[in-house]
């Protein structure tokens, strides 16, 4: 399959990008310091799993809190080292030298807002295991599942449809 040539452009951050930035490395790093402050205090064994309903599905042993802080760091990683590239994305529209600039800018915002939300959600989920291991909560919640899907995938459909407008402005 033929894929065009896209010019490779340098891109200052936007200040969205950099409150995101900022929102992703807040939530990582608190998602690491509860799971090393937590790790003491919590029974030998504890809620590995969620269920759609937010009830808990899985127990397993404390020594797999620390899962999920290496799960959202290396995510972190990884986003960050592909928002480097958004001339290798795939985009709903022709990539040309007029609208390279706008559509990288609207792509790298994209990863930057769901490294933020992952990193939020993987740290609530910390959090619920903590306080269900502790006996002060029994679920995450019945909304927390669905809400959590709803931010993700809404942030998704913004970014394409701003991506379509911002192709029909060029």
Do not use: D, W
Not at 104 to 111: F, T, V
Not at 115 to 136: D, R
């Amino acid at each position: 399959m033929y894929k065009e040539k896209r010019p490779v452009l340098k891109i200052k951050c936007s200040g969205c990008e950099i409150f995101l930035e900022g929102v992703s490395i807040i939530a990582v790093l608190v998602n690491l310091y509860v799971s090393i402050k937590y790790y003491p205090v919590l029974p030998s064994i504890i809620p590995t799993h969620f269920g759609f309903s937010g009830e808990i599905n899985s127990f397993g042993s404390k020594n797999t809190l620390f899962f999920l802080p290496i799960l959202v760091m290396s995510m972190y990683i990884l986003l960050t080292v592909l928002s480097r590239f958004p001339h290798s994305y795939n985009y709903l529209c022709a990539i040309t030298e007029k609208n390279a600039e706008v559509q990288y800018q609207n792509a790298r915002e994209l990863i930057s807002c769901l490294k933020a939300e992952i990193a939020i959600i993987f740290t609530f989920i910390q959090l619920s295991t903590n306080a269900t291991a502790l006996g002060k909560a029994n679920t995450i919640g019945v909304f927390g599942v669905p809400v959590f899907i709803f931010v993700v995938f809404g942030s998704i459909v913004y970014y394409i449809n701003r991506s379509v407008k911002l192709n029909k402005k060029q």
